[in-house]
């Protein structure tokens, strides 16, 4: 038993150090392939205006439904061929991990900001603040996530902006139970209590004290939560509600070659792989995050 304990304490002091969580990090041989996935693309979003070999918009008549490049049939201008109005589909793709990744990133970040902050002011300051967020937070976990963000499209329409709200509306619930949580178990410690007494003001010892010792669960819930947020907004726009129709997007792609998968499987084959590859490769990443930045959860 004494030795399991040292074995432990030895792996937290490791990991306490920035150097430490990067060697762990490394060591993890599927978290470093999946964060190498995950910035390949990110890499391609950002990239997408210079790699796209052609305009994704642009319609090209007389290569309707091209096969990709291995078949014979195959054009090959197009390397994994066309859609049903001869858009090049590789070109959508890439546009479409910026769309995704924009707005799972988006999301995330407004999200986090909102939830962390209103956990941390709930879970330090109590009383009637604390009471009537715990009123408004228990209403909205009544409602299942996907289908408050459909209402709220299907109210809307197709539009971005109204697409980020939708989903962050309900998003910072997570957040927020998890900060208010910690901060809950942080206000009792012994340097917030030496901190108080030395007459830190209240904003110091949030920032200062209690914010740094709450960052690292945030982190890996806000990778986490990004899959979900991918999820949804193919969710939405494979419904039609989610991105507009003029926007590239791997939802709306998959939806269009429903009708063509008997003929034309690449259509919607190709942009749900990339759905696939991106949310599975942002939730492995996301469980290496959570090993190495929390050493007790680590499989043994």
């Avoid at 439904?65 to 201008?77: E, M, N, S, T, V």
């Avoid at 590789?90 to 924009?102: D, E, F, H, Q, T």
């Avoid at 947020?229 to 494979?238: C, T, W």
Wanted: zero cysteines; aromatic letters at 8%; charged letters at 15%.
């Amino acid at each position: 038993m004494a030795e399991r304990v040292s074995e432990e304490e030895e792996l937290e002091s490791v990991a306490a150090t920035t150097p430490g969580m990067l060697r762990l990090l490394l060591g993890n041989r599927v978290a470093v392939t999946a964060g190498l996935v995950v910035i390949a693309f990110f890499a391609i979003g950002l990239l997408a205006g210079v790699l796209t070999p052609h305009d994704p918009n642009a319609q090209h008549p007389e290569a309707i439904r091209a096969a990709p490049f291995w078949r014979a049939d195959a054009d090959a201008r197009f390397l994994l061929g066309t859609d049903s109005l001869g858009r090049d589909l590789l070109s959508r793709m890439m546009y479409g991990a910026r769309v995704s990744i924009l707005l799972g990133v988006v999301v995330v970040l407004l999200t986090l900001v909102v939830g962390a902050g209103l956990g941390m002011l709930a879970g330090y300051f109590r009383g009637r603040f604390d009471v009537v967020m715990s009123r408004v937070v228990d209403t909205l976990l009544a409602f299942p996530f996907l289908i408050f963000a459909l209402a709220i499209m299907a109210a809307t329409g197709p539009n971005l902006v109204a697409l980020v709200l939708a989903l962050a509306f309900k998003g910072w619930v997570d957040f927020y139970r998890v900060a208010r949580g910690d901060v809950l178990a942080a206000r009792a410690a012994d340097y917030v209590t030496a901190a108080r007494g030395l007459g830190a003001s209240t904003p110091h010892i949030l920032l200062r004290e209690i914010l740094p010792n709450i960052v690292p669960p945030l982190i890996v819930l806000a990778t986490l939560r990004m899959a979900t947020i991918i999820i949804a907004e193919a969710s939405l726009s494979f419904l039609g509600i989610g991105v507009p129709p003029s926007i590239p997007a791997w939802g709306t792609m998959v939806a269009d070659g429903r009708a063509d998968v008997g003929s034309a499987w690449w259509i919607a084959t190709f942009p749900g792989l990339a759905i696939l590859a991106l949310v599975l490769s942002v939730n492995l990443f996301g469980e290496g995050l959570r090993d190495v930045l929390d050493p007790r959860m680590r499989k043994t």
